[in-house]
Nanobody, 126 residues
Framework: QVQLVESGGGLVQPGASLRLSCAAS????????TAWFRQAPGKDQEFVAA????????YYADSVKGRFTIFRDIAKNTVVLQMSDLRPEDTAVYYC???????????????????WGQGTQVTVSS
């Protein structure tokens, strides 16, 4: 069983930056297509960003394009979501998700993913 462990959430002011990391237990990051989703209180789960198995392809929700970057930290074997220019509407629990293969719904639908992390809270508030 693969376990995904997220880290890096917190409370920041609008305009600040924050970095989230996701590590898969005992597996190289390249074994998975990996994504970040988020869910704000009272709202549906929302796709944020994804990176392909090769790391060559990345995908973003329109709401975060130009502000968020997803990449692999090869040295740490993690997938990182670098978030900049954070806004109050970015407040949510952020989940890391890993897909074994590019099945139906990849990369933007949650049903395409086999493994999920426990979530990390990001709060943007002044």
């Amino acid at each position: 069983q693969v376990q995904l462990v997220e880290s890096g959430g917190g409370l920041v002011q609008p305009g600040a930056s924050l970095r989230l990391s996701c590590a898969a237990s005992g597996r190289p990051a390249s074994d998975f297509g990996t994504a970040w989703f988020r869910q704000a209180p009272g709202k549906d789960q929302e796709f944020v960003a994804a990176i392909s198995w090769s790391g060559h392809n990345t995908y973003y929700a329109d709401s975060v394009k130009g502000r968020f970057t997803i990449f692999r930290d090869i040295a740490k074997n993690t997938v990182v979501l670098q978030m900049s220019d954070l806004r109050p509407e970015d407040t949510a629990v952020y989940y890391c998700a890993a897909a074994v293969r590019a099945g139906s719904g990849w990369p933007r639908l949650g049903a395409a993913y086999n493994y999920w992390g426990q979530g990390t809270q990001v709060t943007v508030s002044s």
